[in-house]
Every structure is written in structure tokens, then in C-alpha cells.
């Protein structure tokens, strides 16, 4: 791997686990200050939209080989959530209010700041152990969280979309058109194998990493 991709990787990384640690912040403060759901997603929605959506570029790093990751599995997790924040959040605002959806933030902001802490330090070296095991082993609690509340979140948007279907873009003279209810239908069965397939992958992932540890030095 060369300098510059190093460098540019450790900057995005950096800069995704400060985005997350930000939103992870903003939710603790806004749980403490007792606000309802509602108001706790304004807290960190600009943040939530922008660092969400910057993972789309891992998809890129994948397919590009600047990482080892697969790119199938990367796509998968992230055009999920990339879903969840525009075509539920951003066109239908009244499921903010959903407990699921601090439930959800929670869940994705526990994951990612271990991950992007991990992969900013591996871009420069050895990770330390105790930051490994947290990186392959969140999952076990935090992906079935984060993945039922989503579903959740889709699920309430259907009775919302059922009675205005279409999405209408206008790009320049182009107009198109979405089935955003019929879409959310196909997301929300894409879990079905999506879900089981995703959790394997992380197992074996844990098990890979973990395994390749150096043992622990006895004082």
C-alpha cells in the first residue's frame, strides 16, 4: 500500500470515528437532558446524514482494493442503513419519534467508533489487543439491536408510503419516478437473508482476527 493511500485512509478513518463519537455524544446528552425521540434525532441528524453517507466510500475502497474487505458484504450493510436514513428518516419524519430509532443511532454509533478507531490505527500499525477484540466481537449484542431496530423503523414507514407510493425526482429534464413503498417491502424481506449472512460473516471475521493475536506476554 503506498504513502499516500495510507495517509488517505488514516484521514478517513480519523474523520469517521470523530463523526461518530460526535453522534454518539449528541444521543448520550440528549437521553440525559430527558428529551423524547422526536427531539433527540435533531440533535445529531445533519451529523447522522453526512457520516451515514460518508460510508458509501467504503463500498469504493472495497471494490477499488484499497482495503481487504469484501465488497459485496460492505455494500450490503451500508446500502441498508443508506436506506434507513433517506428513504425513512429524511422523506418521512414522523417515525422519528420512534424509540427504534435512538435504539438504532445507539447501536450503529457502538459499532463504528471502535471500527473507524481501529482502522485509523491499523493504517499506521498494529492495533493493540484489548482494540481488536472489541472491533470483532461488538456485533454479538449490537448487530441484532441495530438490525430490529431498523427493520422496525421500515416497518412503521409502510403505513405512511402505502398511501403515496411514488417518489418524483426532477433532474434537469429528466423526471423519475420511485416505488418508495414497494422498495421498503424488498428491503425489509432483503433481511430475511441478509441478516443470517451478515452475522456469519462476522463470526468468521472474529474468528480469523482473534486467532492471529499474538499470544499475551506473561509478567
Known amino acids: 500500500m503506498s504513502r499516500v493511500v495510507k495517509m488517505y485512509l488514516g484521514g478517513y478513518n480519523i474523520l469517521m470515528t470523530l463523526g461518530w463519537t ?16 422526536g427531539d433527540v434525532f435533531s440533535s445529531f441528524e445533519n451529523a447522522l446524514s453526512i457520516f451515514q453517507t460518508g460510508a458509501v466510500l467504503e463500498v469504493l475502497h472495497a471494490m477499488f482494493g484499497l482495503v481487504r474487505s469484501s465488497w459485496q458484504s460492505t455494500f450490503l450493510q451500508v446500502s441498508s442503513r443508506i436506506y434507513v436514513v433517506w428513504a425513512a428518516l429524511y422523506l418521512i419524519p414522523s417515525v422519528r419519534g420512534l424509540w427504534a430509532v435512538s435504539t438504532m443511532i445507539l447501536a450503529w454509533a457502538l459499532t463504528e467508533v471502535p471500527r473507524y478507531l481501529y482502522f485509523s490505527v491499523m493504517s499506521q500499525g498494529s492495533p493493540p489487543r484489548w482494540l481488536t477484540w472489541l472491533r470483532y466481537s461488538t456485533f454479538f449484542i449490537l ?5 430490529g431496530s431498523e427493520m422496525a423503523v421500515l416497518y412503521s414507514c409502510l403505513s405512511h408510503l402505502k398511501s403515496q407510493p411514488l417518489l418524483s425526482l426532477d433532474l434537469a429534464s429528466l423526471r423519475l419516478s420511485f416505488n418508495v413503498y414497494r422498495n421498503t417491502i424488498l428491503a425489509l424481506l432483503a433481511y430475511i437473508p441478509g441478516l443470517p449472512f451478515m452475522y456469519h460473516h462476522m463470526v468468521v471475521q472474529r474468528e480469523k482476527y482473534l486467532t492471529a493475536l499474538p499470544p499475551k506476554k506473561v509478567v
Open 22 to 37: 460526535y453522534v454518539l455524544a449528541r444521543l448520550i446528552k440528549a437521553w440525559a437532558l430527558g428529551r423524547g425521540p
Open 143 to 147: 448487530y441484532p439491536l441495530g438490525a
